[in-house]
Each structure stands twice: as structure tokens, then as C-alpha cells.
Nanobody, 125 residues
Framework: QVQLVESGGGLVQAGGSLRLSCAAS????????MGWFRQAPGKEREFVAA????????FDADSVKGRFTISRDIAKNTLYLQMNRLKPEDTAVYYC??????????????????WGKGTLVTVSS
């Protein structure tokens, strides 16, 4: 069974940085897409960034381009999200997700079967 466990959330001032981690287990993820979504209070879940585990190719949301970087460590089966120049509007619970989907379907989020429990990121102004 696939397990995704996030860590690295916390409180940071605007302009600061955080790195989230997602430890994955239970499968061989070579054909999976893995990524990050977030949900702010009172808002719908939003796609943030994802990558193809096999070749590391990435795709992300316009709202985080140039600030967030997604990466992976194959040996550790761990996904990362480096978040720089954080803004108060980045405040949300960040969820790790994984599935065997194309990028277009993955970013919609509706058909993803595997989710972590989330880690809270709070950016103060």
C-alpha cells in the first residue's frame, strides 16, 4: 500500500523559505507522477507542482513559477518542494500526492488515489 508522509511545514515570515519533504513507500514509483497540492482556509484545493518520477521532468502552477522548485531523491524515495520568497497567500495545508496519471489529469487532482495527510505552512506578513 502506498504511503506518503509529508514534513517540513511551519511558520515563516514573508520573503522566507521552507523545504517540504514527502517520504513515499509501498510501491516502485518509476512510472508515477508525484506532486504537491495545497488548500488554504476556505478555498478549494489547488495544484502546486509535480514531476514524472521516471525522468524528473516537472510542471507547476503559474502562481509559484520562479519561487517553488520540485525535485526528488530516487534513492530515498522522497519528493521535495523548495519554497522561496514565500508570500502570505502561500499559507495553506500542503499535500503530497501520487498516481499513475498523465500530467494534465494529475494537475486536476480529482483522480489521484494516493494522498498524504498534509503539512501546514503559515506565512506571516
Amino acid at each position: 500500500q502506498v504511503q506518503l508522509v509529508e514534513s517540513g511545514g511551519g511558520l515563516v515570515q514573508a520573503g522566507g523559505s521552507l523545504r517540504l519533504s514527502c517520504a513515499a513507500s509501498g510501491r516502485t514509483f518509476s512510472r508515477y507522477v508525484m506532486g504537491w497540492f495545497r488548500q488554504a482556509p476556505g478555498k478549494e484545493r489547488e495544484f502546486v507542482a509535480a514531476l514524472n518520477w521516471s525522468d524528473g521532468s516537472t510542471f507547476d502552477a503559474d502562481s509559484v513559477k520562479g519561487r517553488f522548485t520540485i525535485s526528488r531523491d530516487i534513492a530515498k524515495n522522497t519528493l521535495y518542494l523548495q519554497m522561496n520568497r514565500l508570500k502570505p497567500e502561500d499559507t495553506a495545508v500542503y499535500y503530497c500526492a501520487a498516481d499513475l496519471l498523465d500530467s494534465g489529469t494529475f494537475r486536476r487532482g480529482n483522480f489521484i488515489n494516493y494522498w498524504g495527510k498534509g503539512t501546514l505552512v503559515t506565512v506571516s506578513s
